[in-house]
């Protein structure tokens, strides 16, 4: 399965963005979700993760109140909806999908991947 992770750009600190995770021509509704990021120099971390049916969703303590996971209305789709950006956030991001039953926060459990999209936040 081929992931397409989009919506990044450069926001001021105190702003939003949505990224999006999509897998064309197919579906991931039976998959867990998840979103990393990976800052220049540091270890990829997990952010965001949702299971296969939008029932549970799990955070990092460092966005927990700032950023929404959520599937949408089409299957194969999922969105990052980040709100108060802060510097720190910035990083590459990394949509990522797996089979497994529950949602998981270590790379090597999931087994699809996208191709990143650069978020940048300035102060």
């Known amino acids: 399965v081929q992931l397409q992770a989009s919506g990044g750009g450069l926001v001021q600190a105190g702003g939003s963005l949505r990224l999006s995770c999509a897998a064309p021509?197919?579906?991931?509704?039976?998959?867990?979700v998840g979103w990393f990021r990976q800052a220049p120099g540091k270890e990829r971390e997990f952010v965001a993760g949702?299971?296969?049916?939008?029932?549970?969703?799990v955070y990092a303590d460092s966005v927990k109140g700032r950023f929404t996971i959520s599937r949408g209305n089409a299957k194969n789709i999922v969105y990052l909806q980040m709100n108060s950006l802060k510097p720190e956030d910035t990083a590459v991001y990394y949509c990522?999908?797996?089979?497994?039953?529950?949602?998981?926060?270590?790379?090597?459990?999931?087994?699809?991947w996208g191709q990143g999209t650069q978020v940048t936040v300035s102060s």
């Open positions: 021509g197919r579906t991931f509704s039976s998959s867990v």
């Open positions: 949702i299971s296969w049916n939008g029932g549970t969703t």
């Open positions: 990522a999908a797996g089979t497994m039953s529950f949602i998981r926060v270590r790379t090597s459990e999931y087994d699809y």
